[in-house]
């Protein structure tokens, strides 16, 4: 079976450090990866979504970034940590049939101090 | 865009049926209705998803409307561990799930 992993659970970063968080999809091949941002009591926010490997497309301008270096790996980075960054993050996979649904990791609850 | 709405929060009691609205006035005709649903500080569970015809899996069922203007997920023997935010999103293309704030399901003993 399928299997999705984030890390870390949760983060307390100052602003203006690095970020960059991990997610890795077990159990199937070329998946489609997706990077959401949830903020408190709200809905999700897609950020970045990738087809394939080295494929990256962006749905929100901000100060975050998005790389694929393998396969089942997606990886959401930012140079300069802002406390608007603050907020909880999840990582999703789907396959690349139409309307496959989303399958979703347990997120990364990140605080910017 | 299409977009959802939904109650704010609902109550039901345990083992009966949990009948949670949306409605999509807007939804286009080729874009489908999921339900996901969410625990406190966990990432958003699949439930179930459709376009036009009633759909029910293991979870639950899914009743769309004629005109699609509205839906209607259906637990039909709600437990404790169902206590949890649901979400109805209509998915535009095949990349955005559009969100909203959600309903805010409390089963009661």
């Known amino acids: 079976s399928q299997t999705i992993h984030q890390w870390p659970a949760t983060l307390v970063q100052p602003v203006g450090s690095p970020l960059s968080l991990e997610c890795t999809v077990e159990?199937?091949?070329?998946?489609?990866l997706y990077w959401y941002r949830q903020a408190a009591g709200r809905g999700l926010q897609l950020l970045f979504y990738?087809?394939?490997?080295?494929?990256i497309s962006s749905e929100v301008p901000q100060n975050l970034s998005a790389s694929r270096p393998q396969d089942r790996q997606f990886i959401l980075s930012s140079k300069k940590l802002l406390l608007s960054d603050s907020g909880f993050y999840l990582c999703?996979?789907?396959?690349?049939?139409?309307?496959?649904?989303?399958?979703f990791g347990n997120g990364t609850r990140l605080t910017v101090t | 865009d299409a977009k959802t709405t939904q109650p704010t929060s609902m109550d039901c009691a345990e083992g009966r049926a949990a009948n949670l609205p949306c409605n999509h006035s807007?939804?286009?005709?080729?874009?489908?209705v999921y339900w996901y649903r969410q625990i406190h500080s966990q990432g958003p569970q699949y439930i179930i998803h459709?376009?036009?015809?009633?759909e029910t899996n293991e979870m639950a069922s899914l009743i769309i409307t004629e005109d699609r203007k509205s839906s209607t997920l259906i637990l039909p023997h709600a437990t404790l561990r169902d206590t949890a935010v649901y979400y109805c999103?209509?998915?535009?293309?095949?990349?955005?799930?559009?969100w909203g704030a959600g309903t805010k399901l409390i089963i009661k003993p």
């Open positions: 999703a996979w789907s396959t690349g049939a139409r309307n496959s649904p989303l399958h």
């Open positions: 159990g199937t091949s070329n998946p489609n």
């Open positions: 990738s087809v394939g490997i080295g494929q």
């Open positions: 807007t939804i286009s005709g080729n874009e489908y």
């Open positions: 459709g376009l036009k015809n009633n």
């Open positions: 999103i209509v998915r535009r293309g095949n990349y955005q799930l559009i």
